[in-house]
């Protein structure tokens, strides 16, 4: 049976704040700013969503329904600044999400 290393978010946020290292911006994709950050083990990377998207019911005149998708600036940004460098640590929020989301990607 293949073992699976989950990543331990906790060590990861000690790392970022007993390390110090820089978050670095990587690209823009579909609504999601992507940045990589250097641990002890590798390089990875995660996105962080700029868009909320929202599937509501438009009722059609003829009875049928159609979904329609609405997109909004995702609240969960508040007012951060997102910088081409930054301290990791100051992106832990994001970094545990993506975490949990299975979306923290060791990339070298």
Do not use: C
């Amino acid at each position: 049976m293949e073992t699976v290393n989950k990543i331990n978010v906790n060590e990861v946020k000690k790392e970022l704040m007993k390390s110090k290292v820089n978050a670095k911006f990587s690209h823009y994709v579909s609504g999601n700013l992507y940045y990589t950050v250097e641990l002890a083990d590798g390089v990875y990377q995660f996105p962080i969503s700029t868009v909320d998207i929202y599937e509501k019911v438009d009722e059609q005149f003829d009875g049928t329904d159609k979904i329609i998708q609405e997109y909004s600036l995702s609240t969960d940004l508040g007012t951060t600044s997102f910088y081409n460098e930054m301290r990791g640590s100051e992106l832990n929020r994001w970094i545990t999400k993506t975490i949990e989301k299975d979306e923290f990607i060791k990339i070298s």
